[in-house]
């Protein structure tokens, strides 16, 4: 891929990685560790997988993609999701910040037919398709 491409879709997912780095600040504060892997900045370890356990069961999360940033519970986790969460990179890539919204539609409409909004989001099924991904309890 030319510089040129590849700085095009770093910059079309900017507004989510920024969201991504300000949810980095926060696990980063709670002791995880940076590391930098392909281009994508993964965040993982430290309490993050205790505060992921305060949220409300449907926002819970082993790893979660936003824009050119993966925050995850633990690396080692990290590690068996990795593949999965890059396609959610791709997706970012393609989509900018448009993929908030859509992904939030996705799950609606799926909630809406009575399926989980999880596994029959569109963004998750090709994920799901191109690569594993987390464990869903």
Same mark, same amino acid.
């Given at each position: 891929? &030319?510089?040129v491409v &590849?700085? =095009?879709r770093?910059l079309?997912?900017?507004?989510?990685t920024?969201?991504?780095?300000?949810?980095? !600040?926060?696990?980063?504060g709670?002791? =995880?560790t940076?590391?930098v892997v392909?281009?994508?900045?993964?965040?993982?370890?430290?309490?993050?997988?205790? @505060?992921?356990?305060?949220f409300?069961?449907?926002?819970r999360?082993?790893? @979660?993609?936003?824009?050119?940033?993966?925050i995850? @519970?633990?690396?080692?986790?990290?590690? !068996? /999701?990795?593949a999965?969460?890059? /396609?959610?990179?791709?997706?970012?890539?393609?989509?900018?910040?448009?993929f908030?919204?859509?992904?939030?539609? &996705? &799950? @609606?409409?799926?909630l809406?037919?009575?399926?989980?909004?999880?596994?029959?989001?569109r963004?998750?099924?090709?994920?799901f398709?191109?690569?594993p991904?987390?464990?869903v309890?």
């Open positions: 891929m &030319s510089p &590849s700085f =095009a770093y079309w997912a900017l507004p989510a920024l969201v991504g780095l300000a949810f980095a !600040c926060v696990a980063l709670a002791g =995880a940076l590391r392909d281009g994508v900045i993964e965040v993982a370890g430290g309490r993050t997988g205790r @505060i992921v356990r305060l409300p069961t449907s926002f999360f082993v790893a @979660i993609t936003l824009g050119h940033v993966v995850a @519970i633990d690396h080692d986790v990290l590690a !068996c /999701v990795r999965h969460e890059r /396609v959610h990179v791709q997706q970012y890539e393609r989509w900018g910040a448009l908030f919204p859509l992904y939030l539609a &996705s &799950s @609606i409409v799926q809406a037919r009575g399926r989980n909004p999880y596994l029959y989001n963004f998750e099924r090709e994920a398709a191109k690569a991904g987390p464990v309890e």
